[in-house]
């Protein structure tokens, strides 16, 4: 039995565990490493799958369970395997996508697999910092992709095409077909219906019999339900007002080790 036994802390990844320069401190890394030592339970919860995440954490192996792709995913990292997947319903969403390829060629278009994002916009439009941040990435054609499961549908847009998207998927979301959520300024996402972050903390909840206590932590308007269903929900300093409100706690800002201070201070 060590000091953190018996406590689950998921953190978010970008503006919350990665700093500004999207790089885990090496205060950061220290104080989880700990974390893991003294019987802590580690494990991200990110938009992000698991081959593109583990290229910022340049090695920092972690014991716990993550949530992935917003809440699609739910991966074991003690077994090496995925407890949960929930896929999107692809004849809805492929009709709307071929829509906005039409009508708005500039917005930036992934479709999100368990290991791969597949652009299916133009190359001619594709944002190289947008590409080159969510490595392994490679460019499709919808067609070719049909025969996998999509987890989730990551657009990347100016705030005015950000605005055209709300307004024009309205209608899947009204008619139970995706759940949407802002994940970053840049970015809109479409996720199977009902999934999020706290969704899927929620099923974690089912593969734990040990009462141990699940802190989360997080910094943007994705994590406001996980943050709500956790034992214990942190939100970073810099996070929106509305997110910090959904919050138990509020820790120190992701460019001051935000998950160091939740490791040495309220855990």
Not at 132 to 144: G, K, L, N, Q, Y
């Amino acid at each position: 039995m060590g000091k953190y036994s018996g406590k689950i802390l998921l953190s978010d990844m970008d503006g919350t565990l990665l700093d500004s320069d999207s790089c885990v401190s090496k205060r950061n890394r220290m104080a989880i490493e700990g974390f893991m030592e003294e019987g802590g339970k580690f494990g991200i919860a990110t938009g992000r799958n698991l081959d593109n995440a583990e290229r910022f954490l340049k090695g920092l192996k972690l014991n716990g369970c993550c949530i992935l792709a917003n809440g699609s995913l739910l991966y074991d990292c003690g077994s090496g395997s995925y407890l949960e997947e929930r896929g999107l319903n692809r004849e809805a969403v492929e009709k709307f996508l071929k829509r906005c390829l039409r009508e708005q060629p500039g917005i930036n278009i992934q479709v999100y697999t368990k290991n791969m994002g597949f652009y299916v916009s133009s190359r001619q439009y594709a944002d190289p910092e947008v590409v080159r941040d969510h490595i392994p990435v490679e460019f499709a054609d919808m067609e070719d992709i049909r025969d996998k499961t999509w987890l989730k549908i990551l657009f990347s847009a100016k705030p005015e095409e950000i605005d055209w998207l709300i307004t024009q998927t309205a209608y899947l979301e009204a008619e139970n077909c995706v759940s949407r959520v802002r994940s970053a300024d840049k970015y809109y996402e479409l996720l199977p219906a009902g999934s999020s972050k706290g969704y899927m903390l929620g099923q974690l909840k089912k593969y734990i019999s040990d009462g141990s206590v699940i802190y989360a932590v997080g910094d943007y308007y994705n994590d406001k339900e996980m943050l709500q269903c956790a034992d214990v929900g942190i939100a970073v300093k810099n996070a929106p007002q509305e997110v910090i409100n959904c919050a138990d706690r509020v820790c120190a800002d992701c460019d001051h080790d935000a998950i160091a201070d939740v490791i040495e201070n309220i855990l």
